[in-house]
């Protein structure tokens, strides 16, 4: 989605977001599934990404409302059996995961809440990306709980996100379906690894080949929100 076609979307979704009928909650907790899909240069070198996301709406005045988000999705993971270490620990093999992921959270403004219709809703926040690789390391223990981890590449970015979507009231309960769509623009560059930017020179160093690209994303969130305190009005 280009800056263009998300203004348009946003143009002509508002109208109905301001006609929002007085059922409107006044607070809301979106939660949700998040399928990512990299735009522009990011998608040279990532091909989807996958998490959930969380947040709260506070109904201020009329159809607005303010607005924060957290989200994590993960766009790569790559798993290696090694040896845990030199001399005698050469004979204990452990699984070695490094996992490429987003950590995500803004602020903003909506207009649009959940109520007993159908609602659209569109809206702004500005915040921050931030492009982490951990890595961890199990045994073959029952529990399969990793005993050593560390962050091996982690670079932040100022980010602005506008998203649209609408909810769909499930019968007079506290919860309708959330069904959205997101661009994020992170920045101008982001260094971040992928699977596969991690190897060894033949000293067994560790060595780290971050990409330095844009890195936008396109989120197809599958959710719902939750109205506490009772049904809608």
Not at 112 to 138: H, K, N, Q, W
């Amino acid at each position: 989605m280009t800056l263009r076609s998300a203004l348009l979307l946003l143009a002509l979704l508002a109208p109905a977001a301001r006609a929002q009928d007085a059922s409107a909650s006044t607070l809301a907790i979106p939660l949700g599934l998040h399928i990512g899909v990299p735009q522009g240069e990011f998608a040279q070198n990532v091909h989807i990404a996958g998490g959930f996301g969380g947040g709260l709406l506070v109904r201020m005045a009329g159809p607005l409302a303010f607005r924060a988000d957290l989200g994590f999705m993960i766009y790569g993971s790559e798993t290696r059996r090694v040896p845990l270490g030199g001399g005698a620990l050469g004979l204990i093999d452990v699984d070695v995961t490094t996992t490429n992921s987003i950590v995500s959270g803004g602020i903003g403004a909506q207009l649009g809440m959940p109520s007993r219709s159908l609602s659209p809703y569109l809206g702004g926040e500005i915040g921050f990306s931030a492009f982490v690789t951990s890595s961890s390391v199990r045994g073959s223990n029952s529990s399969n709980e990793p005993f050593a981890s560390s962050t091996n590449h982690n670079d932040g970015t100022f980010a602005k996100t506008v998203m649209a979507g609408l909810y769909i009231p499930v019968g007079q309960g506290t919860t309708v379906i959330d069904l959205g769509v997101r661009h994020t623009w992170n920045g101008e560059r982001v260094r971040y690894l992928t699977p596969g930017d991690i190897t060894e020179d033949v000293n067994g160093d560790v060595i780290l080949s971050p990409r330095e690209t844009r890195a936008d994303l396109f989120t197809i969130v599958l959710g719902v929100a939750i109205t506490p305190g009772g049904k809608r009005r």
